[in-house]
């Protein structure tokens, strides 16, 4: 069932009300949206639009990251590769899994959405401290080329049950995931950056988490100074973490509501203050879950 709630329309205007506060004031006395402190939400993430070939040569690291794990909760990881061209028309059948510590994480299981998107993601059980990441990748039957991917992690999660399990189009450790490459113009106006529909099957719970993650491929572009904001059919989730580097930005969202398989998830984001940037690396991903913290 579809909450009430804003509609894009609303969420639009109100986004430009916030982005006008932040240089003149909007008649809020909110504050900026919250950096990350000791003991909140530390997401990590990697974006890469150059083209790469997969061959059979073996499995070959796509993207890398370092996690730090509490051993509270679990680590939801999650990773997505656009192919160049779609497999099975003179290119090979692309593979990708998560390895942990240099071996393949079990706990991860990838899906093929359409012909040219490949998923994988786990709520992984690690044990504490520091681990490396890996988003690999092969091509079995010839070359498959790469056009965009991306990884992201975090730390303190979990589901309602246990070992989240589904037979869903997405591993059952997330219920959306979209990585969007055409380039768009962000400016001061709120614009859509991307958008996705939470997928039937996988684990349920009465909590959302959204990870969105935006950059460029191109140097003279970046992700800096620009606002997001989450809308879940239409209500607006809250922000957690915003994670600003030179390459990238993540911010993750929360909702406390039971979202129905079908509702839309809308990434909307403007340059805060004046000019403009191009962004054509959008990555969103959601997640049945909450963070340990709030039990």
Do not use: W
């Not at 340059?271 to 054509?280: A, E, P, R, Y």
């Amino acid at each position: 069932m579809r909450r009430s709630g804003r509609t894009l329309s609303l969420a639009l205007a109100a986004l430009a009300c916030a982005a006008a506060a932040a240089i003149a004031g909007c008649g809020s006395s909110e504050e900026g949206p919250p950096g990350t402190t000791p003991g909140s939400v530390l997401p990590v993430g990697e974006l890469a639009g150059s083209t790469i070939p997969l061959d059979e040569s073996g499995f070959d690291p796509l993207l890398a990251l370092t996690v730090e794990a509490s051993g509270e909760g679990r680590t939801l990881i999650a990773g997505e590769v656009r192919l160049s061209r779609p497999q099975g028309r003179g290119a090979g059948v692309a593979e990708v899994r998560i390895a942990i510590d240099g071996d393949r994480s079990r706990d991860a299981e990838a899906r093929v959405i359409g012909d040219d998107t490949l998923v994988v993601a786990c709520g992984c059980d690690l044990e504490p401290g520091e681990h490396s990441v890996e988003l690999q990748g092969r091509s079995v039957g010839g070359v498959s080329p790469i056009a965009a991917r991306s990884l992201v992690a975090v730390d303190g999660i979990e589901y309602d049950n246990e070992e989240p399990a589904g037979s869903g189009p997405l591993p059952p450790a997330i219920n959306g995931s979209t990585l969007e490459t055409d380039p768009v113009l962000v400016s001061q106006a709120p614009a859509p950056l991307a958008k996705l529909d939470l997928a039937d099957g996988s684990a349920s719970s009465q909590k959302l988490l959204v990870i969105a993650q935006i950059g460029s491929s191109r140097s003279s572009a970046g992700a800096q100074g620009v606002a997001l904001q989450a809308l879940v059919g239409g209500e607006e989730a809250a922000r957690i973490a915003a994670i600003d580097s030179a390459e990238s930005k993540i911010d993750v969202f929360t909702l406390d509501a039971a979202p129905s398989a079908g509702e839309t998830v809308d990434l909307i984001g403007n340059v805060v203050g004046s000019g403009s940037t191009d962004l054509d690396l959008r990555y969103v991903v959601t997640c049945p879950c909450g963070l340990e913290t709030e039990s």
